[in-house]
């Protein structure tokens, strides 16, 4: 199964800013649309935000709407989560993942990058 990568993670206090990246190092993002997903320890999996193959169309979970700001570079096969103002609230796990439409289903996951906010 191809494989994406996330990278960026650490650990910010609140109010901080983090940017994630996504790629795919055996095929090409261009043709698909990316979901950035997140998992608390103890919660289910929730979507955060979907952007689409060509970039032009994003959505955002309700909780990081104004904060969080999804792109894409199809030149260099990446895919961006920009986070600011953020919360504790926000440390999870963070996952891209492809597919072909925002609902699923993804072929194609990465392996987790981990977010921390505390202070």
């Known amino acids: 199964q191809l494989q994406l990568v996330e990278s960026g993670g650490g650990s910010v206090e609140p109010g901080g800013s983090l940017r994630l990246s996504c790629t795919a190092s055996?095929?090409?993002?261009?043709?698909?649309?990316v979901r950035w997903f997140r998992q608390a320890p103890g919660k289910e999996l929730e979507g955060v935000s979907c952007?689409?193959?060509?970039?032009?169309?994003?959505n955002y979970a309700d909780s990081v709407k104004g904060r969080f700001t999804i792109s894409r570079d199809n030149a260099k096969n990446m895919v961006y989560l920009q986070m600011k103002s953020l919360k504790p609230e926000d440390t999870a796990v963070y996952y891209c993942?492809?597919?072909?439409?925002?609902?699923?289903?993804?072929?194609?996951w990465g392996q987790g990058t981990q977010v921390t906010v505390s202070s």
């Open positions: 952007i689409s193959s060509s970039g032009s169309s994003t």
């Open positions: 993942a492809s597919g072909h439409d925002c609902n699923g289903p993804f072929g194609s």
């Open positions: 055996e095929f090409t993002l261009d043709y698909y649309t």
